[in-house]
């Protein structure tokens, strides 16, 4: 009876295992990603398993608010950069986006919108060899072999002209930043933010990256963790810049793709 039960239960896990694994796995296009449509690629990019987008009312009034959660405890320029003037008594509706930029499909996707978007039939030679030369790089990001790639963004339904991420991150600073950013799983292990690129303009996005690897060379995340966190608020756990990703979602051919 007892080998029975053990061999139900080692059943039970393969096929929830692979249940998981063809989850993740039909939240993509069933063809290569070069023939993705462009509504494909945005899907990827706005509702899958590695986006997120949560959105809040903020209701303002005539006085200087933060944006997108408390920034206590970091510099004074800092923290001046991350407020902005509002003079309507309007509620704003911000939807702020998070992408697993690292995770391959992201690649993809982001590469895919590229092409679509862009007549390079038209292009001059050295226009066309730069812009191939643009996609290659973020379809093999090297940088993603060592490091888990986050991008955040944000828009206004209401507003717009408003932009909570870049009016917070645009002069963000890595010394300040480091204190409170970071990446966990669900055991309480945690990733560090060791580089930071701001937005260059309203629209663009946030870009944060986290060591793969500890000391001892183990990874964050395996096929085992359940969750992960990205806490991008200072002391603030709810805060609407603040994440929580379904790992077990992210398994595709076999591993965590992120």
Known sequence: ???????FSCLAVVLLAGYASIYAQNELPDKPFQHWSKGEAEKILNNSPWAKQQEV???FDKETQTAAGS??????AAAAQS???VTSQVPADFIFTLRLRSALP???A?????QLETNIEKMDPKDRVAFEAQIKGLLDCPACANNYVITLSSKSKSNPGADAIYTTFKGGRLADLERYIFIANERGDRRQLIHFVAPKAPGDEAIFFFPRLDEKGAPLLTLDNKELLINLANNQADAITNFKIDVTKLRLNGKIEF
């Open 1 to 7: 009876m007892r080998s029975y039960l053990r061999k």
């Open 57 to 59: 009312r903020i209701k």
């Open 71 to 76: 920034y206590s405890g970091v510099s004074g």
């Open 83 to 85: 407020k902005t003037e």
């Open 106 to 108: 992201v690649r993809q």
């Open 110 to 114: 982001v590469v895919r919108v590229k």
